[in-house]
Structures are given as C-alpha cells and as structure tokens.
C-alpha cells in the first residue's frame, strides 16, 4: 500500500480522530496513488497513524480506520450495520409512520465523503470524494445486504464530485430500479420525493424534528414557510391546525412539488397558497404595518459555501431576519435558520440579534435547534455541525 509519511507535529490532529489529512502536512508519499486510492498514513518517524483514501486538494486524505484493518467488502459492510443499528435504536425505522431518515451522514458515521439517505425501500447514495466513488458499488451491496428495508440503490453523484477528477460519475441505479412516486413516510406524513430531479438526495431529512416542533407550535397560527421547497414545514403547520399556510420559493419546481405534497395530505385545502417568488421580493411587498403572520420560518440554502463569502453570508442573514422582524405579527414566534457550514452557532445568532436590535422588538430565544441524531456529529471533528436554527418569540 502506498505510504503517506507527514511532517513533524503534523501528526497531532489525527491522534486526536480527526479524519483529515491536510496537503501542506505531507512530507512524502512513497509512490504515486491514484485519486480515491486506499493510502496509509504514517507520522514523520514512520510510525502507523491511519488508512484512508486518497484525493488531490486540500484535503488529501480522509481517514476511513484509525487502526491497520484489512479494508474488504466485510469492512465496509460493518460500518453500514452500525449506523444502521444506530438509527433503528433511535426509532427512526417505524414502518407505517416514518420510512425516511439518514443512513450515512459522513464524518459522523466514520465514512467520511459518503451520504446515503433512505426513503422507504430505497436508499439514494451521494459521494463526495473520489474515493467513496469507487467503491460505490460494494457499498450499494452493503447497504442491501445491511438494510431489510432496503431493495433500491440510486447512486447521485454528478454534482458532488469534485468536477476537475478524471472520472465521469453518472446518476443512477446501481441496485434495482423503482418508480420515484413512491412515498417517503415522515413523522406519519407522506412526501413525494424525487431523488432523479430532486436537490440533495430529493428531501431535507434535517429538518424532521424541527418541522414537528413547529406542528406543536401552529395551533390557530397563520403560518409563512419562506425558503419551502418540498412544502415540509407547510404540511406541518396543517397537521397542527394552521388557520392559513403561505409557502414560498423562488424555484417553480419547489412550489410544485409544495403543491403535489399538500395534495397527498391535505387535498384542495383553502388554508394553504403558495408564492413561486423570490424571497425578499415577497417580504419587501407586504405591507408592514398589516403584520399578519403570526409564525415564520426562514430556511434557505447555505448563504455561504466557502469561508470567503463568509461575510456577504451574515449581511444575507441579518437582512434576512430583519425582515421578518418587521413582519412578523407581536407575539410571534419566528424560526430561523442556518444551513452553512462555515457558519457558527455564534455567528448565525449574532446575525440574528443584529437584525433583532434594528427592529427594536422585545426577542427572546425559546429554542436553539441543530441538526438530527440521524446526521451525528463526530465528536473529533466538529465540522460536521452544519444546521443551526433559533426559535424567537418575538413581542
Ligand atoms: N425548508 C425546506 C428546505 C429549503 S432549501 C425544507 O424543509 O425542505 C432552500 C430553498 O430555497 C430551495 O428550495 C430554493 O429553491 C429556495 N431559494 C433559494 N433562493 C431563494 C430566494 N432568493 N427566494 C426564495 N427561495 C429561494
């Protein structure tokens, strides 16, 4: 197997479990690995640090074992079942009430650079690095082998792969086949996904307990969802008895699929409308002093992708939320997201308290929301914290 030796002291970080291997701590690489090939790393005394796979960019390496294992199909295989048990434990496998939850959630199932989410029989695979990619097939046949629910793997890769690879990833089966109308089961509601036209894997599987405990929250409320893409919130906000449900997203797609998802749980109800339209086009064309939303929901796309753009990122979220502050109805409830992942927890809320303290209304904060069990957090690698939320009541 091809060596990676690091310099001096570069060492410290994996000693402490964190899974990534930096280009600029190599000191050597005794050989010449093929992007996605399975390297082993060793301190600058040449002592055995970690196996892991191999891509050129910044992140070098990513660490698949912290112990020298043989990495065979079985290898592969058990990390499949743990996270498995892991989910099923949790009690996220419930047939008949909630077929749809996270398999494989990166770092934090030790599988760094691979998403699997899974929507009732079928699983929809996501690689990130090149090395997860050309394994793709065993690890389709772990999942089936692992999962009984389990009997369809779509590979979606096209778009996560790092574009300069000399690879050409194509989307799709890479066991069985099955029509994408099939429902996926949240929480006891049904969803239409679809992973083939679908951003991500089809569905945001983050927001599952966030959107229930805005259904606590909805009773008699008139509810505006911004950012609703596939309507989750929306459906929700119904099942909690919503007097009236605004949905909005720029992509006529998203209020489609908003459409088609009400539809299955809430047929030709009055209550719900929703706005093909642009966010701050819609928030700049209500009227402030008619306040009539009692709850908003503010979830859009990560603002900030990379640490450059970091600072546009939080100008984008105070302007944001300084909208709803303006909008929202006096004891209101506001839910406000973050889904990027170079932005802090900190950061996010001083965004936030920034647009709170140029409205001059009276905010508390009820809840700090995150990210589900179903996307854990690699306690050694804290970058895998991506989703951050607050839940305001504002006077
Ligand atoms: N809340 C959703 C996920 C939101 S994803 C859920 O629970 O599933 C972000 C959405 O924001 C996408 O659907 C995208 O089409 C939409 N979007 C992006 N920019 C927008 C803008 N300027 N105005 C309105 N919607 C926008």
Known sequence: MITVQLKPKKEESLLRFHPWVFSGAILRIDGKPTEGELVEVLDSNRNFLALGHFQIGSIAVRVVSFENLKVDDDFWAKKIRNAYVMRQSLGLVAPGFNNTYRLIHGEGDSLPGLIVDVYDDTAVMQAHSIGMHEIRETLARAIVANVPEVKNVFYKSETTLPFKAAIEPEDGYLIGQVNPEIKALENGLQFHVDWLKGQKTGFFVDQRENRSLLEKYSAGKSVLNMFCYTGGFSVYALRGGAKLVHSVDSSAKAIDLTDKNMEISFPNDSRHTSFAEDAFKYLNNLHTLEQQYDLIIL???????????????????????AKAFEQIKPGGILFTFSCSQVVSKEQFRLAVFSAAAESKRNVRILHQLSQPADHPINIYHPEGEYLKGLVLWVE
């Open 299 to 321: 979830d859009p796309p990560a603002f900030a992708k990379h640490r450059e753009a970091l600072r546009n990122a939080l100008k984008g979220y105070k302007r944001l939320n």
